[in-house]
């Protein structure tokens, strides 16, 4: 089973919807994050969190939420989807440590129509 | 503001060569520097990492040098094999801050 785990693989939703992406670990790591993939613009950072009650948010969170739920659990929400939001979506974690490497998860592919 | 950036989108190398990939970046805090590699339909997989006090890491076939006055570091693949074609993704992080800032990626294709 992997490491770190998201929820669905793929969706495509309409304009307007609410969607909740979920992310589960089991590697015991405090840090978790959300990062979204376009084309050339590489991965970026769109919410931070430390430990449960730690959030923050990253480089676009504009139209996202985040809960963290549990240490091994942290969801992105994207309250009222829009195209532009149509990306690849990816969850990750790393352990305490400078410059400790960050685990990720498989990835959703989210297609905003 | 692109703090890390990759300006070569993408690279095509032959089996046996050098793949040499380069990474800029702007913030002169930053002082962990990462490397990561993506297959399509998967997560990006650490590859290797750097400290700003080394100037080279190497673990295999794979080299990071950093050269911190230029603001510059580059992975370098030796020898490229063709399992090696994917994106990678240099990164890079201020202690204190843990959040990884990347780069824009650079597909490499290795010609068999």
């Known amino acids: 089973d992997a490491d770190v785990t998201q929820t669905p693989r793929n969706r495509i939703t309409k304009t307007g919807k609410r969607i909740m992406l979920e992310c589960s670990q089991t590697?015991?790591?405090?840090?978790m994050y959300w990062y979204r993939q376009d084309p050339g613009l590489g991965l970026r950072l769109i919410y931070y969190?430390?430990?449960?009650?730690?959030?923050n948010k990253g480089e676009i969170s504009d139209g996202y939420s985040v809960s963290r739920q549990a240490q091994a659990k942290f969801s992105l929400s994207l309250e009222s989807a829009i195209p532009n939001q149509t990306a690849l979506y990816f969850c990750?974690?790393?352990?305490f440590g400078d410059g400790a490497e960050a685990f990720f998860g498989q990835g959703t592919r989210l297609t905003v129509v | 503001d692109q703090q890390v950036k990759q300006n070569s989108p993408s690279l095509s190398v032959q089996e046996g060569r050098i793949s040499i990939l380069n990474c800029d970046y702007t913030?002169?805090?930053?002082?962990?520097f990462l490397w990561y590699k993506k297959y399509p339909a998967e997560g990006p997989t650490f590859l290797i990492s750097?400290?700003?006090?080394?100037d080279k890491n190497e673990d295999g076939r794979f080299t990071v040098f950093l050269n911190k006055s230029a603001k510059h570091l580059s992975l370098h693949i030796v020898p490229s094999q063709p399992g090696d074609s994917a994106v990678y993704f240099c990164?890079?992080?201020?202690?204190?801050?843990?959040?990884?800032?990347f780069g824009t990626g650079t597909r490499l294709k290795v010609l068999a």
């Open positions: 990750a974690t790393s352990d």
């Open positions: 590697k015991g790591h405090d840090r």
């Open positions: 969190s430390f430990d449960v009650k730690d959030i």
């Open positions: 913030n002169s805090m930053f002082d962990y």
């Open positions: 750097i400290s700003s006090i080394k």
């Open positions: 990164a890079a992080i201020r202690t204190g801050t843990y959040k990884y800032i």
